[in-house]
């Protein structure tokens, strides 16, 4: 047990999903995985672990946010042994390109800040996905005849409210494809570690034309998500 996960040494797995919300980890956990056990209620936090295809998957909420997934995965790399984290969480999309549920597959994720910056002072560290995963989930997608992925680079914010319209335009004129608040702290952390970590991600909304996915369509396009990361993670 660590401070915010209640779980026992051997319950959770060496492969972790992180959705941001709690409920998403049920959702996800009582869906897609055989058997799921609630391995962790600390702080309305849940976390569930089970197995896909025979392999065994932790499914645990990190909340919003880079300082709450700081702690969740640096607890579930260092305490518990995971040694593959992917992020399935939703992003507001950038580029005219990117519509409503598609899938994003972050290459790289920058930042204004993170919690690791500190660490790195001046230093401009290029937070970057895991080769393996990325290109597993690339194949994993690219094998579903009715899902629409891009792959590149994301923004993780450190705000939800931005109020940075010219930053915004830089980051369209820069490619970005998409923005979330997490992705940036999980590549760094990983990197820091030597885990292996992605984020695979569904957009929900669009900066660019104000677009929104209704909730009753948001489950059923995150499904996609989920199954392309649980692929990967076991190609």
Not at 97 to 115: E, F, H, N, W, Y
Not at 190 to 214: E, I
Request: glycine share 10%; proline share 4%; net charge negative.
């Amino acid at each position: 047990m660590t401070i915010h996960i209640g779980a026992q040494p051997d319950e959770i797995a060496e492969t972790v999903l992180m959705p941001g919300d709690p409920y998403r980890a049920k959702w996800a956990a009582e869906t897609f995985l055989e058997n799921p056990v609630c391995i962790n209620e600390v702080r309305g936090m849940l976390g569930f672990t089970g197995t896909w295809n025979g392999h065994r998957v932790t499914i645990q909420g990190s909340g919003m946010g880079m300082p709450s997934l700081s702690i969740y995965a640096n607890e579930l790399i260092r305490d518990y042994g995971a040694q593959t984290l992917i992020r399935i969480g939703s992003c507001g999309g950038m580029q005219d390109k990117v519509g409503l549920r598609d899938i994003i597959i972050a290459m790289t994720a920058s930042s204004i800040s993170t919690p690791s910056n500190s660490i790195f002072r001046e230093f401009n560290f290029a937070p970057s996905a895991d080769w393996s995963l990325l290109n597993a989930a690339v194949a994993a997608a690219g094998r579903r005849d009715d899902v629409t992925t891009h792959v590149g680079g994301i923004y993780s914010s450190d705000v939800f409210y931005d109020e940075r319209p010219d930053l915004n335009e830089q980051m369209v004129r820069h490619g970005i494809l998409g923005v979330e608040m997490e992705a940036a702290e999980l590549y760094t952390l990983a990197a820091r570690y030597g885990r292996r970590a992605l984020a695979v991600l569904t957009v929900s909304d669009h900066l660019g034309t104000g677009d929104s996915m209704p909730s009753d369509q948001r489950e059923r396009s995150f499904g996609d998500m989920v199954e392309i990361a649980l692929e990967a993670a076991f190609a």
